[in-house]
Every structure is written in structure tokens, then in C-alpha cells.
């Protein structure tokens, strides 16, 4: 195993808790700064033994990498959070490459290393789900953090932004065929046949209605996380050269759903 290090952690989220048990599993110290996080966030983090030394600033004072898991229109204001961190910085967010390589000019600017990171998965709680992929010079020895971990780090080939590009390309699918489903389903409500698709869906496309189900939950609960995901894709679709208009549609689906309230205070 290799040597114990300092691994500062922002924000922990679902995702971003179970990452952190991850590493703690591994002998790792996981710092977080608990300034404008609210009380749901707190908890989580106490729950996983992650440390608390109050601000970002404090983060990059200490630790020898950091780990950016949050919401992808607060990828570059995360960035923002560490200046002057000289260590690793490791950007595990649904962003696009263009915004990748937005945020790696922040933090190289400060003297840091940049890893581009994308995950694919839920929570890593248990091994087999969850991949992270990795790109960039620095991208082996990140990988190498989560060794015997529930999260499967993997290598990205090809350019330094490798990762955000199959993250962009898999939820491209995965979310955008989700929104379809969501705008079909509310077409026909809109004309009074909600049940007679239902009925052809159950006879012609075996699953479809779990899979609407699965998708109108997953909107209530992340929608709106997901409408600045599908603005990313749209941009990287445009720079590909590819129609941008499905996952622009797609971002207007998912913001029909309104965020849900926290308990008390950011989260």
C-alpha cells in the first residue's frame, strides 16, 4: 500500500462522501471545509470520518490533492476556491472538455497539477458500479489512490480532457434518452392518451414504463443538476461539430423539475 497522504475533498455529497470513505479506507486523511455548507452536508461528512478545517483555503494549505466533486456549474467557481494550491488537482465533475480545460487553467495558474477526471456510476459503496476515469500526466498516480477501493479507477486514453469526453459521451445517452422519455410520457399526457401509452409501451417496449418511472424519480432528485449537465454535452456536441439541440432540449426537460429544499442552508 502506498504511503498515507493528505486528500482534501470539495464538497461531499453523495458522491463525494463515498469517494472520501473510499480513500479513508485506504489509510488516507480526507479534509473538507464546512464554511457555507449546511447542516445535511455536515452530518454526511461526520458520518464518513472526514476532517473538517473549516475553509477551501485551509484545504490547499494542507493537502497534497484535492478532489472537485460537485455540481458541474460550480466546477469553475471550486477552482476558484484554491488559489495558490501547488498539489494535485483532480476535477471529477460532468463537465465538457472546453470546461475542463477552463478549470485546469485556473489551478495550473496557481501551481497545481490538473487531473481531468469523470465518473460513471453511483455512489462507489460496493466494487463493480462505479468507474472513475482519469487523463492528464498526473492521472497514474490519482488512479493508484483508490487501489482494492469500491471505485475502479481507470485510465482515459488519448488527450489530456480523455475523461470529460466519455463522461460527456456516456450521459449523452444515459440522461438525454431519460429526458426523451420524460417529454414523450408528457406529450401524451398533454392529449389525454397518458394511459393508452402506457398500455402499447407494456405490450411493444417491454420495460419502458419502469425505465420512465426510474427517470421521472431520478429528475425530482437531481434535475437540476442535470440541466447544467446537458447544457455541457451541448457544447461539447457543437465543438465535435454535432447537433447541439437534443441536450439543449434535454436541459429544458429537467428544469421543468424544481430542486428539492435542503434542511437548513447549502449542501
Known amino acids: 500500500m502506498a504511503e498515507p497522504i493528505v486528500i482534501g475533498l470539495l464538497h461531499p455529497g453523495e458522491m463525494g462522501v463515498a469517494l472520501g470513505h473510499c480513500l ?3 489509510g488516507h486523511q480526507v479534509l473538507w471545509a464546512s464554511a457555507g455548507r449546511g447542516r445535511q452536508t455536515a452530518g454526511r461528512a461526520l458520518a464518513s470520518g472526514l476532517s473538517d478545517v473549516g475553509t477551501a483555503a ?4 494542507r493537502a497534497h490533492v484535492i478532489v472537485s466533486v460537485c455540481p458541474p456549474h460550480a466546477a469553475l467557481d471550486v477552482a476558484r476556491s484554491v488559489p495558490g494550491f501547488s498539489g494535485t488537482y ?11 480545460c477552463q ?4 489551478v495550473t495558474a496557481g501551481g497545481a497539477r490538473y487531473v481531468d477526471g469523470g465518473i460513471i456510476g ?15 500526466a498526473a492521472a497514474g498516480s490519482v488512479s493508484r489512490l483508490f487501489d482494492g477501493t469500491a471505485l475502479e479507477a481507470r485510465i482515459a486514453g488519448g488527450g489530456p480532457w480523455s475523461a470529460s469526453a466519455v463522461k460527456m459521451a456516456y450521459a449523452a445517452w444515459t440522461k438525454g434518452s431519460a429526458a426523451l422519455l420524460l417529454a414523450a410520457r408528457e406529450l401524451a399526457e398533454s392529449e389525454g392518451v397518458d394511459d393508452m401509452l402506457t398500455a402499447e409501451w407494456q405490450l411493444s417496449q417491454p420495460g419502458l414504463v419502469e425505465r420512465h ?8 432528485s437531481k434535475g437540476w443538476r442535470w440541466t447544467a449537465e446537458m447544457h455541457q454535452i451541448a457544447a461539447t456536441m457543437a465543438v465535435a461539430g454535432l447537433p447541439d439541440g437534443f441536450h439543449l432540449a434535454a436541459a429544458e426537460i429537467f ?11 447549502r449542501q
Open 103 to 106: 478549470v485546469a487553467e485556473i
Open 58 to 61: 485551509a484545504v490547499a494549505g
Open 213 to 220: 418511472g426510474a427517470a421521472e424519480r431520478s429528475a425530482a
Open 90 to 100: 483532480v476535477d471529477a465533475n460532468a463537465i465538457s472538455p472546453q470546461t475542463a
Open 122 to 136: 453511483p455512489p462507489p459503496e460496493v466494487g463493480g458500479r462505479t468507474r472513475l476515469y482519469l487523463s492528464g
Open 255 to 265: 428544469a421543468r423539475f424544481p430542486r428539492p429544499v435542503p434542511e437548513s442552508g
Open 24 to 26: 479513508i479506507g485506504r
